[in-house]
């Protein structure tokens, strides 16, 4: 299952990349492997730390601090992985937006 989500995310990072290149740019299709493996861990082991320690923040905000520590996971992403960049934060948080929405996409046309 996490070889099919890696996959799916680097359709659509490569899809976004092509659509978008102002918000974020990979140098091929082998950075993108590689950022969706790691954005896959990122997202599995820090994700859920961040999420924890700033859960008054995220429920005062009714949640939409999560779409703030989406963008800094991307990010994060993007400081580790040579070849793959995001415009600042306010690209990252559109980035990752656009990312969940094109991989639920893809995501149900699998199905």
Known sequence: MFLARVIINMVAILIITY???GIM???GF???LAV??????VNAVIRPILIILTLPLT???FGFFLLII?????GLVSYFVPGFYVSGLG???IGSILISIISWILSISLV
Do not use: E
């Open 19 to 21: 659509l978008f290149p």
């Open 25 to 27: 740019r990979v140098d």
């Open 30 to 32: 082998y950075r993108a």
């Open 36 to 41: 969706s493996f790691i954005l896959g861990i």
């Open 59 to 61: 429920i005062f905000t």
């Open 70 to 74: 989406n963008g800094l996971m991307l």
């Open 91 to 93: 690209g990252a948080i």
